[in-house]
Each structure stands twice: as structure tokens, then as C-alpha cells.
């Protein structure tokens, strides 16, 4: 069992940045893949941003590219996502994942192939 809680969401003035974190317990996540997906009113949840158990392979959502930055601390059992100029339209539920993966240079994009789930934090940018 791999206990995942995000915290750092809030409401930012667009353009602000915001520092997401998940915090995992029960298992070390060094060997597995990590992810961010959010979830807007009224929309499907989709993928933001993922990476590979080393950290050493990153994939970023189109509308997260060149603006948010995911990371990760295996010593600590914690994965970052850092946003940056944020806008309107990145308004959710922002959700930390866990995948348990087959080799460290795999990163994981869909939901299905996600294990665990935290129960999400809210960003709300305002404009």
C-alpha cells in the first residue's frame, strides 16, 4: 500500500506560481512511476505531467509544457510539481499518482496504468 497526499494548491493571481507536493508513505516510490493529472468542473481528468522512477525521463501535457516542472526526491518519498505562469484555464483538482513500473527509464501518460492516487488539491487561479 503507497499513501499519497498532496499539498501546495491554493488560489494565485494569473501569472503567480504555486509548488505542488506529494508525499508518499508506506512504500519508498524509487522504484515506481510518478504523475500529476487534474480534474476541472465539468471536464475529464487529464494528464499534466510525469516521471520516470530515476527522474531521469519527464513528459509534459501540451498545456503544461514550458510552463510546469515535475520533479521528484527519492530520499524523501516526495514528487514536486512546479507551476509557473499560471493562467485561468489551469483551474482543478490536481491529483498525485503512483505506477508501479518495469524499468527506471519509464514514465507513465494514462490513468489506467496508475496504482495509487491521493485525494487531489485545489488550484484556483484567478485573473
Not at 531521469?56 to 520533479?71: H, K, L, P, V, W
Not at 510539481?81 to 503512483?98: F, G, I, R
Request: net charge negative; aromatic share 12%; with cysteine.
Amino acid at each position: 500500500q503507497v499513501l499519497l497526499v498532496e499539498s501546495g494548491g491554493g488560489l494565485v493571481q494569473a501569472g503567480g506560481s504555486l509548488r505542488l507536493s506529494c508525499a508518499a508513505s508506506g512504500r519508498t516510490i524509487s522504484r515506481y512511476g510518478m504523475g500529476w493529472f487534474r480534474q476541472a468542473p465539468g471536464k475529464e481528468r487529464e494528464f499534466v505531467a510525469a516521471i520516470s522512477p530515476s527522474g531521469g525521463s519527464t513528459e509534459y501535457a501540451d498545456s503544461a509544457q514550458g510552463r510546469f516542472t515535475i520533479s521528484r526526491d527519492n530520499a524523501k518519498d516526495t514528487v514536486y510539481l512546479q507551476m509557473n505562469s499560471l493562467k485561468p484555464e489551469d483551474t482543478a483538482v490536481y491529483y498525485c499518482a503512483a505506477a508501479q513500473a518495469d524499468s527506471d527509464r519509464h514514465y507513465y501518460t494514462e490513468m489506467y496504468e496508475y496504482d495509487y492516487w491521493g485525494q487531489g488539491t485545489q488550484v484556483t487561479v484567478s485573473s
